[in-house]
């Protein structure tokens, strides 16, 4: 096999950023120009053309997703020992700020073949304390929101969705209606770190509700608990998207759908290639979802992991793997409720995934090269 001229990223940052150079780096002088850094005429923009692109009625940027989160939470009058069910697989700032704020982050495994949040294991894990469920679309693929929206709403339960890694796809109501990832739930959380679906060149992020009421006290606590300058009403924090991250979004706002092409353009080239392997699982679609595959993520059988990164790593390709370890037997979250063997899928796909280097610039050539290799070791 002969090793092809182009580097290959998990994720291709530069050669996306060529293509959107001379609007970017207008942008961006444009900012500077102004100086207006900090609540600049772009974040307003910005911040009305998501809303209008995801169908919702406010968006409250921020400086980050980890803060969205947090600030979510912080705006639902929760109290300290209150409970939040989330999903075992995820990244570990979903629990991270349920933790952060005296909250008891209570756990559930997910689906095998979606990777989703299991709406059953919701349900038995409700107790009085329950305050509120955090699904996270795990990959760029929304969890089961019907369900658990009847659910939230039988146990009068807030929904937070964890977006981060789905912004821009889509949830396919039964009653025939389709919401963007975020606009469903009580409060949407959002991640524009440079590898997300919708990336800046920094840190940023974005909370998403149509509840005015709420999108008042989200606003109010980002910017220092203030309601009025220099009149504090709450404890709050300091999260702000910045002028320049704003404008490059705006920019990248515009080919949010056209990324999401071009991610399921590689998905489905990985898919036919892998198809009925019996090594290699390929991510199963949701019905009640299409995918913005934020992540390409395959389940191994009987192939060696380690193995077969470093083979691929041999061959210059990056594997990677989302996520080693649950969070339950993470030392930070460990507690005495869990125990090895508590949440057999998570634990079984922690073993057992491999995400495939995924992205908006990926072209046949390369993508043939990644699949030979796979398919090369794995037969
Ligand atoms: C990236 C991510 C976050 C956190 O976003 P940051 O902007 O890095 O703070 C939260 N949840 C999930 C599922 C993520 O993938």
Do not use: W
């Amino acid at each position: 096999m002969e090793k092809i001229a182009k580097k290959i990223q998990m994720v291709d940052l530069k050669s996306q950023y060529e293509k959107i150079k001379p609007e970017v780096d207008a942008a961006i002088q444009n900012v500077l120009n102004n100086t207006a850094f900090i609540n600049g005429p772009e974040v307003k923009e910005f911040q009305k053309e998501l809303e209008t692109y995801l169908g919702v009625k406010h968006v409250i940027p921020c400086a980050n997703g980890t803060d969205a989160l947090q600030i979510a939470m912080m705006a639902l009058d929760l109290k300290p020992g209150d409970e939040i069910i989330t999903a075992d697989f995820t990244y570990v700032a979903t629990a991270e700020v349920i933790g952060l704020l005296g909250l008891k982050p209570v756990l559930v495994d997910v689906i095998p073949d979606t990777f989703d949040i299991d709406v059953t294991a919701i349900e038995k894990a409700i107790t009085p304390k329950t305050k509120a469920i955090v699904p996270v679309h795990l990959f760029g693929q929304c969890a089961d929101m019907d369900k658990i929206m009847a659910l939230a709403k039988k146990h009068n339960l807030y929904v937070i969705e964890d977006t981060a890694q789905a912004i821009g796809a889509e949830y396919f109501s039964a009653d025939g209606t389709k919401k963007k990832a975020g606009t469903i739930g009580t409060i949407g959380c959002t991640s524009f770190f440079p590898s997300k679906n919708l990336g800046c060149y920094g840190d940023g992020g974005a909370i998403f509700t149509n509840d005015d009421n709420l999108a008042a006290k989200i606003r109010i606590i980002a910017n220092h608990g203030q309601s009025a300058q220099y009149i504090h009403d709450s404890i709050g924090v300091n999260s702000r998207l910045d002028s320049i991250q704003a404008a490059i979004l705006r920019i990248k706002l515009r080919d949010l759908d056209n990324y999401a092409s071009a991610r399921n353009k590689a998905a489905s080239f990985y898919d036919k290639v892998f198809a009925n392997h019996p090594k290699l699982k390929t991510p199963v679609r949701a019905s009640y979802s299409n995918h913005v595959f934020h992540q390409y993520t395959l389940q191994l059988n009987g192939v060696d992991r380690t193995a077969l990164r470093e083979y691929l790593a041999s061959k210059d390709i990056p594997a990677m793997i989302y996520y080693p370890i649950p969070l339950h037997l993470q030392k930070a979250y460990l507690d005495p409720r869990y125990k090895e063997g508590d949440f057999p899928v998570t634990e079984k796909l922690c073993a057992s995934v491999v995400s495939l280097p995924m992205h908006t610039e990926l072209d046949e050539e390369t993508l043939t090269y990644i699949t030979n290799a796979v398919l090369e070791f794995c037969k």
